[in-house]
């Protein structure tokens, strides 16, 4: 499966925005998907991700009450809304996509397929 992540850009802090993560080359319900994050000098992180039909979230505390992820399986589509966003959510985003498994797991091992990421800077 190939991933595309988009929507990244940049934001005020306080701001918000819609990352987006399209799929293709297999059928996107089979797949359980995350959002990932690498600030600069910083390993990459988890996020949040999402089941296979789209009923259970898991999110990382950081970002709990401000980030949504959510899927639409019809569009092949994965997102996250991120709102009251701080400096400190500047990274960049990365979605991932794991062959059947567990919303639960936020290991980067635990993912199959990455995309290339998206940038999302946010200024104070």
């Known amino acids: 499966v190939q991933l595309q992540a988009s929507g990244g850009g940049l934001v005020q802090a306080r701001g918000s925005l819609r990352l987006s993560c399209a799929t293709s080359g297999s059928t996107n319900s089979w797949y359980t998907m995350a959002w990932f994050r690498q600030a600069p000098g910083k390993e990459r992180e988890f996020v949040a991700a999402i089941s296979r039909s789209g009923v259970s979230t898991n999110y990382a505390d950081s970002v709990k009450g401000r980030f949504t992820i959510s899927r639409d399986n019809a569009k092949s589509t994965v997102y996250l809304q991120m709102n009251s966003l701080e400096p400190e959510d500047t990274a960049v985003y990365y979605c991932?996509?794991?062959?059947?498994?567990?919303?639960?797991?936020?290991?980067?091992?635990?993912?199959?397929?990455w995309g290339r990421g998206t940038l999302v800077t946010v200024s104070s």
């Open positions: 991932a996509a794991q062959n059947g498994g567990s919303h639960y797991y936020t290991g980067e091992e635990s993912y199959d397929f």
